[in-house]
């Protein structure tokens, strides 16, 4: 196998850049991804504990809020609140743009895409306004430090985080013999959620060898799993359902309550043969085609399964693979890619992103996500984005990309590239002819910009 850096930056990375030469072997790839994070230190993100202490805020703001209703502090304190959930929201904003620039900046695109798969593997989403705008700093916290790691530890830092505890409905979940439950009545009882998207959605897949029963039991193993305002990710021992709970025929705990019980079975589920598969399988989707090559994913499963879920290894097994290299261009870009990638073909400077104000971003680089099919941070359900390529080529959504690629580049640089360069900076050797003619062809810098940026070549990866 012949290695193409084109066609990796393309492929596995974030796309072409006219400032930033592409890897030059796939063990170029792996070494930088073991290297330091230079684009997260570039463009920070604040990690979750620190993201959550707004959140304390909020809900302190919130309540001073109420507690006014009728009074004559109430106008001050709504102010203070409204103003408090305005910076919140721009902040978010501000963390778009910097993930953004990440790509569009980075010599280590692969990371970015990895950050992107994972967190899009353990979606996990806020379901009120306090927590609304904590997906970018979980996946901080969560994702980015374990993306060179094991599997088996991503899983726990996932299953454990107060984002998944709260937007899988695990804080309350009580065993049905538990002492909370005994005491309190008004608890909500056993919720199986998150035991479902585990086995489901995060380790063994949608046809992975387990029953409803070790559904309902990893549940009861669960229970304890919680969160608080003051000290983020908690096991309440009373809440746990007292006894063995016997999960894919291997029984856990029976003595008292303990977090390692609970860590013990992600573990073994992390360590499963049908995770191995799962995963193996949706990398491969991700990075190469809807129906990958049975012997890649067979590939890549068979290292993870012998590494114990060592990831570098299963990445490694991806880019040593001779199916992971067609020359053909095939899956579509999601929206967030698309944009990315066409933000690093154009080499939009940080400091112009920087100058822009939260609306500008919103208008630019955010909101147009919606239309193209994509609501940023707000996925239909935990299983995340669709992989198909069918999801993203709609009428509505390419009038959307195509809307985009007409006005947005124009804003964002005061020169725009002659066409007929940007066609090579954009998609190197896979700058096809009909690419090529619309360049020389177009009327305008802001129309030959906009028909590469919207031909299927720059679509896909």
């Known amino acids: 196998m012949r290695f193409d850096g084109e066609l990796a930056e393309i492929r596995f990375g974030a796309g072409l850049s006219p400032l930033l030469p592409p890897p030059v072997s796939a063990a170029d790839m792996l070494e930088r991804l073991e290297g330091p994070d230079d684009a997260a230190r570039a463009f920070p993100v604040p990690g979750f504990n620190q993201a959550m202490a707004g959140t304390r805020t909020f809900w302190q703001l919130q309540t001073e809020r109420r507690q006014q209703e009728g009074k004559p502090g109430y106008e001050a304190a709504d102010k203070a609140?409204?103003?408090?959930?305005?910076?919140?929201?721009?902040a978010r904003i501000g963390w778009h743009g910097q993930n953004l620039l990440r790509h569009a900046h980075t010599r280590d695109g692969f990371r970015e895409r990895l950050a992107l798969f994972w967190a899009d593997h353990f979606t996990a989403q806020g379901k009120n306004a306090a927590l609304r705008v904590l997906a970018a700093p979980y996946a901080e916290t969560v994702i980015r430090p374990h993306l060179a790691g094991r599997f088996e530890d991503m899983l726990t830092a996932a299953v454990t985080s107060p984002l998944m505890l709260h937007y899988l409905d695990q804080r309350n979940s009580a065993g049905p013999a538990s002492r909370a439950a005994k005491r309190h009545k008004r608890l909500s009882g056993l919720n199986e959620n998150l035991a479902r998207e585990v086995l489901e959605l995060h380790t063994l897949g949608v046809d992975g060898p387990y029953s409803q029963s070790d559904v309902r039991q990893l549940a009861e193993l669960f229970t304890g799993l919680s969160f608080n305002a003051k000290?983020?990710?908690v096991f309440r021992p009373g809440m746990a359902e007292p006894g063995a709970e016997t999960v894919l025929e291997k029984a856990y705990g029976g003595g008292k309550p303990e977090l390692e019980q609970v860590l013990a079975a992600l573990r073994d589920l992390a360590r499963h043969p049908a995770?191995?598969?799962?995963?193996?399988r949706k990398l491969a989707v991700h990075f190469t085609a809807d129906v990958p090559d049975p012997d890649l994913v067979d590939h890549m499963a068979a290292r993870y399964q012998s590494t114990g879920g060592d990831l570098m290894q299963v990445y490694a097994a991806l880019l040593e693979h001779p199916a992971a290299w067609a020359p053909e261009l095939r899956n579509v870009k999601p929206p967030f890619d698309f944009l990315a990638s066409a933000c690093r073909a154009l080499a939009v400077p940080a400091a112009r992103v920087a100058r822009l104000k939260p609306g500008q971003v919103n208008r630019l680089l955010l909101a147009p996500l919606t239309p193209m099919g994509q609501a940023w941070e707000f996925s239909g359900g935990p299983d995340g984005w669709p992989e198909a390529d069918t999801a993203w080529i709609t009428p509505?959504?390419?009038?959307?990309?195509?809307?985009?690629?007409?006005?947005a580049p124009r804003r964002l640089l005061q020169d725009l590239p002659d066409p007929r360069d940007f066609a090579g900076a954009a998609l190197g050797s896979y700058a096809n002819e009909r690419v090529r003619f619309a360049a020389r062809a177009a009327e305008t810098r802001t129309e030959g910009i906009g028909l590469i940026l919207s031909s299927p070549a720059f679509q896909r990866r």
């Not at 609140?81 to 721009?90: A, G, I, L, P, S």
């Not at 509505?396 to 006005?407: F, G, P």
């Open 396 to 407: 509505q959504a390419l009038a959307a990309r195509l809307r985009w690629t007409m006005t």
């Open 231 to 233: 000290d983020g990710f």
């Open 81 to 90: 609140f409204k103003d408090f959930r305005r910076q919140r929201n721009h």
């Open 275 to 280: 995770t191995a598969r799962h995963t193996a």
